[in-house]
């Protein structure tokens, strides 16, 4: 049974100092965002646009501070970034002058002290090369980050965020920048990871059809401030023997239908006829 990585969201309020009509304001992101998140449970925030879900990821990362609330990571405090959470970003970033292998394992080297033993200088080559299998890239270790695919570039991110052991690995719309058939197979990937790894996991998309196909509990923001809006579990829709989300089963798309209902009733963003004829060029 898996122990750590119990991330607990209490109250997080975050609010942003904006200039207009040049006075200083507050713009309320977040509003009193609770969530308690289980060792090893995939949760996927969706919402639309601007309701604040980079925003909350932020904050579990130690990135930015909330205006109030608190977030734990097996009842440590967060207050800054720290080992104990791993980051995943749209945009690749991996440092450009190392090779695949030296950006995998660095950050694990900077965890080993000058004077680690062999011993624990081998058991960081062994997690590297096992994840470096794990994510495909066994022929690619020797290459630069500009000799990869998109593809490629997130999954040595991935093996990257993963190779000091994080209890949390957060992931921001990841796969956001890749092409349709690349993300299915990158779903694919993922999905194999997560059943071997057993990381929380806390991922940001926009893609509902992802959420579905990786989470397991699905948390829509309601935008205006950021709140919860819905909670869905992904446990009533149809699986195949390997245990992936049958994509083309009905249940899956009304599960869909259900999800995006909720994001377009929270959406501020409205594409009206009168909203269309007055930006529609004369
Ligand atoms: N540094 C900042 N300063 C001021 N406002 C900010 C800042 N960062 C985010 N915001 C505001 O906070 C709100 C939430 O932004 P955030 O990027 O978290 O939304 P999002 O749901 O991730 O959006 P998207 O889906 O479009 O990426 C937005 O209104 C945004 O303008």
């Not at 209490?10 to 006075?23: A, N, Q, V, W």
């Not at 052991?165 to 197979?185: H, Y």
Request: with cysteine; glycine share 6%.
């Amino acid at each position: 049974m898996i122990s750590t990585g119990r991330v607990e969201i209490k109250g997080i309020c975050k609010s942003f100092r904006i200039r207009k009509d040049k006075k200083i304001s507050t713009w309320p992101a977040l509003d009193n965002i609770n969530l308690n998140i289980n060792p090893g449970e995939k949760v996927m925030i969706v919402g639309a646009s601007g309701c604040g879900k980079s925003t909350l990821l932020r904050l579990i990362s130690g990135l930015d501070q909330p205006t109030a609330g608190s977030i734990t990571v097996d009842r440590d405090l967060v207050k800054g970034p720290g080992a104990d959470r791993g980051v995943v970003f749209q945009q690749s970033t991996l440092f450009p002058w190392m090779t695949v292998w030296d950006n995998i394992i660095f950050s694990r080297r900077l965890c080993i002290s000058l004077n680690a033993r062999d011993e624990q200088v081998s058991r960081a080559v062994y997690r590297s090369n096992a994840l470096v299998t794990l994510m495909g890239l066994d022929q690619s270790v020797e290459l630069y980050p500009n000799q990869l695919s998109g593809g490629m570039q997130q999954r040595a991110n991935i093996a990257r965020a993963l190779v000091s052991s994080p209890k949390v690995l957060l992931m921001d719309e990841p796969f956001g920048a890749l092409d349709a058939q690349t993300r299915e197979t990158m779903h694919k990937v993922v999905n194999h990871l997560f059943k071997v790894e057993k990381t929380t996991v806390i991922f940001v998309t926009h893609d509902v059809e992802e959420a579905i196909v990786l989470g397991d509990r699905i948390i829509v923001l309601s935008a205006n401030p950021g709140r919860v809006d819905t909670t869905f579990t992904t446990e009533s829709v149809n699986r195949d023997e390997a245990g992936m989300v049958k994509r083309n089963d009905v249940s899956f798309f009304e599960f869909k239908e259900q999800i995006l209902s909720r994001i377009r009733a929270t959406t501020t963003m409205r594409a009206t006829d009168d909203l269309l004829q007055k930006v529609a060029k004369d």
